[in-house]
């Protein structure tokens, strides 16, 4: 079971990773992402999820991380969406710039989830 944490793990770093390097190659070419950055939105977040409650599942077989950061850094996302959501929820309606559009705000919640997650990696890998 710590093996599949460990792959989903990896898994979750690559979703983060291509949301926030999407979101930027759209806001530098002054684009719209398209409806499919909404489809993988919602995949990062089912994944996170998914990956958040494998992590309760070894918790509650006796399995514990090196440092209590690695429950930081792996329920950090969850909150992160939670937070993006709120933000995108509140922008102002039709304009206020290019950076006060919705997928500006996820795609900084995926730069910030990539982070989280390349360190819950490192920590359950023991490499920090």
């Known amino acids: 079971m710590p093996r599949v944490h460990e792959a989903v793990g ?11 390097i999407w979101g930027l190659v759209a806001l530098i070419a002054h684009r719209d992402p ?12 089912v994944i996170a999820g998914v990956q958040a409650v494998l992590g309760i599942i070894l918790l ?15 329920f950090g996302p969850l909150v992160i969406f939670a937070i993006a959501h709120s933000m995108a929820r ?11 559009q ?13 982070g989280l997650g390349g360190r819950a990696l490192m920590t359950g890998l023991g490499l920090g």
Do not use: K, M, N
């Open 10 to 20: 990896f898994f979750v770093v690559a979703v983060f990773t291509v949301g926030w």
């Open 34 to 45: 398209g409806p499919r950055f909404w489809s993988w939105l919602v995949v990062a977040q």
């Open 60 to 74: 509650l077989l006796g399995y514990r991380p090196d440092t209590w950061l690695h429950y930081v850094y792996g």
């Open 90 to 100: 509140d922008l102002p309606e039709g304009g206020g710039g290019r950076f006060s």
């Open 102 to 114: 919705p997928y500006v705000v996820f795609t900084a919640a995926a730069f910030i989830c990539f």
